[in-house]
């Protein structure tokens, strides 16, 4: 039976929220809250927008022109909508703190969907530019914008509320930049905490890895020691993302207990219906022989629709995204 979430749980599992509690469990981010207005109002338009590529990379050559470049700059700006160049300015200043790259998100969600835009086939952004364009390209990053706490019931009068957005009032959006590092995805879990007690755990990743079938062994009471940690999680039932390297579990995530989570390798009736007094959590690995991942399939229906990648052929994604703003333009006349 699906328990019903309540907006505080969602709150719970921002960012910024788990983040202030468990900073030494996690690697490095930095949380700019709220996001800028600018930023907001990019994200929310229609189509993509870039500055003049090569623009931004005169800025870098030529210093000496600086008054003249940057009334250029105004003018060749694609979009009123691209975000000031305060803005821009504190994104790069933040890459530059955190040593070059980061994977950006919001409250919740990072564009894992969207990777397809981005030319390192990865989250990894080392420019304000990259954080820009792939929050934009993100369906998921629009949820967080959108509908965070569709299908949340009010503690007060437990009646579920997918029609009405209705954010809390002292909510705000936050942007958050962490620092790059390399990431195995052969040692990244999910794990299903209930009632404070570590119930399920499986890989997140889809392919399979014979290592891991003896060395489960190992990881799991590494799993179970961050697990007491995270004690003090505001919430019984939650879901945490872990990477394990060194015999260190690093905390990437904090998820809500609820079905809108990817249960991956569990389905939700499973999770819910497990003993929260079990002594020892279920562990679900890829089998062998199990088909293993293209490297490309995930989020498929995330992607850009067939009609946009053709014209996109042979263009850079300047011209790309001005293409794509005519065909807009074109359809909805
Ligand atoms: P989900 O929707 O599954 O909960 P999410 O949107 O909350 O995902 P994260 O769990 O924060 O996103 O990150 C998704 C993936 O991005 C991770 O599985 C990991 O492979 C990669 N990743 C996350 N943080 C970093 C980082 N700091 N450096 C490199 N890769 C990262
Ligand atoms: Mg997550």
């Not at 790059?180 to 119930?199: A, D, M, Q």
């Not at 990881?219 to 007491?228: A, F, W, Y």
């Not at 890829?286 to 995330?302: D, E, H, L, R």
Request: charged content about 25%.
């Amino acid at each position: 039976m699906a328990t019903p979430v309540t907006k505080q749980h969602i709150l719970n599992c921002q960012f910024s929220n788990w983040y202030s509690l468990f900073r030494t469990l996690t690697p490095k981010a930095k949380v700019i809250k709220p996001i800028p207005t600018s930023i907001l109002k990019y994200l929310d338009e229609d189509g993509i927008y870039l500055k003049n590529v090569s623009n931004t990379i005169e800025d870098v050559t030529d210093r000496e022109n600086e008054e003249g470049r940057e009334e250029e700059e105004e003018d060749t700006q694609v979009s009123s909508y691209y975000p000031d160049k305060s803005t821009i300015q504190l994104i790069e200043r933040v890459i530059s703190d955190l040593d070059g790259a980061v994977v950006p998100k919001l409250n919740w969600s990072s564009p894992k969907d969207a990777v397809w835009i981005m030319p390192t086939g990865s989250m990894k952004c080392t420019s304000a530019e990259d954080v820009l364009l792939i929050l934009k390209s993100s369906d998921f990053v629009t949820h967080d914008l959108d509908y965070a706490f569709d299908d949340c019931i009010e503690e007060d009068n437990q009646e579920a509320d997918s029609t009405s957005q209705r954010f809390p009032s002292d909510f705000s959006h936050e942007l958050i930049l962490k620092e790059w590092f390399p990431i195995h995805p052969s040692t990244e879990f999910r794990c299903f905490v209930k009632g404070k007690n570590l119930i399920a755990v499986c890989q997140r990743d889809d392919n399979y890895y014979d290592f891991l079938e003896h060395e489960m062994k190992e990881i799991l009471p590494v799993l179970r020691d961050l697990t007491s940690k995270l004690s003090e999680f505001p919430d019984p039932n939650f879901v945490f993302d872990t990477y394990v390297q060194q015999n260190r579990a690093w905390l990437i995530d904090i998820n809500p207990f609820f079905a809108r989570t990817d249960g991956l390798l569990f389905s939700w009736e499973e999770l819910y219906a497990m003993d929260y007094e079990k002594n020892s959590p279920e562990i679900r690995l890829i089998p062998k022989g199990a088909m293993p991942s293209s490297g490309g399939a995930n989020f498929y229906t995330n992607r850009v629709p067939f009609d946009l990648v053709a014209a996109s052929q042979g263009e850079n994604l300047l011209e790309f995204a001005e293409k794509m703003q005519s065909l807009t333009s074109e359809s909805t006349k």
